[in-house]
């Protein structure tokens, strides 16, 4: 794949710094789900606690994504992830000193206000650095590097846990942000300015009823409906699928550190391939969407493996189920931010991610929040399958609306405007 001459190769390094703050972002929610056995037993947290401490970042997520999508569109990446990056690592240092669950209730809070920025901001920058045919490869190479994370977390956890206690999995990542903030904001400085972006449609403000022009888009609104359908279930299965290996299969935490490395690694490499082929569909002329929306159909395809995963009783078949389902649920969620790429202007971008967010976000709490009581009752079996059923739904919902309603046949620097 070769650069377009108006890119500096400092897009490359302003990449890396973007995975790194991607990487950031999946450690600090991943550590809190790995030690939930382990923080049951130190400090007597239940089920119900737990689904409380998955509300209490969910709340404040969800909300600020009503907000920062504007001030990232209107203040710029530069110094909009650099705060949020700060503050995230601040919350997790918080965690790491915790004594009992009303101070992980703060740092979760003070996390979830401080992630809402960052899919936003690293979409943003990287629609900024990178021309329409790459963006998709662009964005898989920055999640590959966030993959990394999760991929090194399990073990990662589970030897520092082991060796030195639970807090230090906390300290160490929210004291490597800062670090991250600060190369962050050097990578701007030494890069120069970014390489003139392709004529936009401007059929949408930059300032004022941002999100009523942004809902007048039916493209749009089928995007974000079908994420409000399907996100709940992938925020459960985020936060609920190492409890599940632990409490239901029987993994110890050792042997958590030793197999769940697997899903995230078969993810990057699915991720990697497909958007290759996603962009090469642009390059043959198909439309940004369509395009797009074949790596969400073709990651629904998989959906049938949550429906599996309370039915098995072994550890080979959970870690190839919790793989299939890791991969068709990371897919959704990072391909949909592209595929917003694709239907807004990008000074409108962050906003339409973040007003999309938020959306799939408030049916995210309201099934968080009463899952750890479903499970005390009645086993795991009820959330995984209902949650399984909700990507098929969204997906033929994108399908139909995309393949048999969305007439316009363009390019990604077109977006729609009406």
Same mark, same amino acid.
């Given at each position: %794949?070769? @650069?377009?001459?108006?890119? #500096? ?56 994504? +009503? ?11 530069? +110094? %909009?992830?650099?705060? *949020?990056?700060?503050? %995230? ?21 003070? &996390?979830?206000?401080? @992630? ?16 329409? @045919? ?17 991929? &090194?977390? #399990? ?5 520092? /846990? ?59 609104? $089928? ?6 359908? !399907?996100?709940?279930? =992938? ?53 940004? #969407? ?9 990651? /629904? ?12 009783? /072994? @550890? ?9 389902? =890791?991969?068709? *649920?990371?897919?959704?969620?990072? %391909? !949909? !931010? ?18 999309? !967010? ?14 750890? /009581? ?7 079996? $009820? ?5 399984? *059923? ?29």
């Amino acid at each position: %794949m070769n @650069e377009r001459p108006s890119t #500096p190769r400092a897009a490359w390094w302003i990449l890396f710094i973007l995975g790194c703050a991607f990487a950031l972002f999946a450690s600090d929610r991943a550590v809190l789900g790995i030690l939930k056995t382990t923080l049951s037993t130190e400090i007597g947290m239940t089920n119900s606690a737990y689904s409380m401490l998955v509300t209490a970042f969910m709340v404040p997520y969800t909300v600020m994504y +009503l907000f920062v999508g504007g001030w990232i569109d209107r203040i710029g990446t530069k +110094l %909009m992830l650099a705060a *949020c990056v700060s503050l %995230m690592s601040l919350a997790t240092v918080i965690a790491g000193t915790a004594h009992g669950i009303p101070q992980l209730f703060v740092a979760r809070f003070v &996390l979830g206000v401080a @992630e809402a920025g960052i899919v936003p901001a690293v979409t943003v920058a990287i629609f900024t650095w990178f021309a329409p @045919e790459r963006r998709a490869v662009a964005y898989s190479l920055a999640n590959t590097i966030q993959q990394t994370a999760y991929i &090194l977390s #399990p073990p990662f956890v589970a030897l520092i /846990t082991l060796s030195f206690g639970w807090r230090w999995s906390f300290l160490i990542p929210g004291l490597s942000g800062f670090v991250i903030a600060a190369l962050w904001l050097h990578a701007n400085f030494i890069a120069g300015a970014p390489p003139p972006v392709e004529a936009e449609a401007v059929g949408i403000p930059v300032s004022g009823s941002r999100f009523r022009a942004l809902l007048a888009l039916p493209a749009v609104r $089928v995007l974000i409906l079908a994420r409000i359908i !399907s996100d709940p279930f =992938w925020f459960f299965f985020q936060y609920w699928q190492t409890a599940f290996l632990q409490e239901r299969i029987g993994f110890s935490l050792a042997r958590i550190g030793q197999l769940t490395w697997i899903p995230p690694l078969a993810y990057v490499l699915a991720a990697l391939c497909l958007s290759a082929f996603s962009d090469r569909l642009i390059a043959r002329g198909w439309s940004a #969407p369509k395009s797009r929306l074949v790596l969400i159909l073709a990651a /629904t395809a998989l959906s049938p493996a949550a429906f599996l995963l309370p039915l098995v009783h /072994t @550890e080979f078949a959970a870690i190839v189920l919790i793989t299939v389902t =890791w991969t068709m *649920c990371a897919t959704w969620l990072n %391909m !949909s !931010s592209v595929f917003m790429g694709a239907l807004v202007p990008r000074h409108s971008l962050a906003s339409a991610i973040g007003l999309m !967010s938020a959306l799939g976000g408030v049916t995210s709490i309201l099934f968080n929040a009463v899952v750890g /009581t479903i499970i005390d009752r009645f086993g795991y079996g $009820v959330p995984f399958f209902v949650g399984a *059923c909700l990507h098929p739904v969204a997906a033929a919902l994108l399908a139909w609306y995309f393949f048999l309603k969305y007439a316009p046949a363009r390019t990604e620097s077109e977006p729609v405007a009406a």
